[in-house]
C-alpha cells in the first residue's frame, strides 16, 4: 500500500491503475491485509470492495512458509506476501 518513504511507489501506482483499467488483476495477501488494517482502519474493507483485486488465502502451506520466516524474524505483515511471492 502506499508509503511515501517506499522508492518503488510509482511502480506500484502504476500497476494499480493499469488493473483498474482491466489490463489485469492484483493478488495481496489476507495476512498482509489484516496487518496493513490494524495501521490503517479500513483498508480490508476498501480492498475487498476492488474487483481486479485478488485475496490470497492463508491456506496450509502458507502457515508452514509464514512459520519459518517468523522464526527468522520477519514481521507478520510480511510472512504471507513472501510466500505469496515465492
Sequence with gaps: MYDPKDPFNEAVAAFYVQASDGLG???TPV???????TDRPGLLGYIKGLRFIRIEAFDTDAWVTATELLRFGHS???VHA?????
Excluded: E, F, N, P
Design 25 to 27: 488483476d492484483l493478488y
Design 76 to 78: 507478520w505483515a510480511a
Design 82 to 86: 513472501i510466500h505469496a511471492a515465492q
Design 31 to 37: 495476512l498482509s491485509l489484516t496487518a496493513g488494517d
